[in-house]
């Protein structure tokens, strides 16, 4: 075990998120996605979880699964440099696109940012259900 500590100058000169060049299918091109940074990460889950106070001043969390693999993709899509492509509130510009090159890219996004297969079904499962025009499950 190191006895090293890092300073801010070693903590500033650790390497940035992951960006990796895909092929998506469905679009017949390749797509530079990247691995979220811990702010982006926290800003994403900023998106989808509120918390809310019941009539009895109790805290509860209350997930907002609105756009919520559009809002994902917005934080993973970038440059070759790992720019984003989109601004947060674009994810509905993403929303015009076939659900299939979605489903596509959010796959791929999912697998470089490890999220697990059961929190990926029930996105699936909520923004199927969301599309669809029922009310999100969750």
């Known amino acids: 075990m190191s006895e090293k500590v890092l ?79 989109f601004k947060d509130d674009e994810y509905v510009k993403l929303g015009a696109l076939d659900r299939e090159v979605i489903d596509e890219l959010f796959q791929k996004a999912s697998e470089l940012n490890e999220i697990s297969e059961t929190e990926k079904e029930r996105l699936e499962k909520n923004s199927r259900t969301e599309q669809e025009g029922g009310l999100p499950l969750g």
């Open 7 to 85: 300073s801010k100058e070693d903590f500033l000169k650790l390497p940035k998120p992951v960006v990796k060049k895909v092929f998506c299918e469905t679009l017949d091109a390749y797509v530079y996605i990247k691995k979220m940074s811990a702010l982006d990460f926290d800003n994403y889950n900023n998106e989808i979880i509120e918390l809310v106070e019941d009539e009895n001043g109790n805290t509860k969390i209350r997930q907002n699964l609105k756009g919520v693999k559009l809002k994902f993709l917005v934080y993973t899509l970038c440059d070759e440099k790992g720019n984003r492509l």
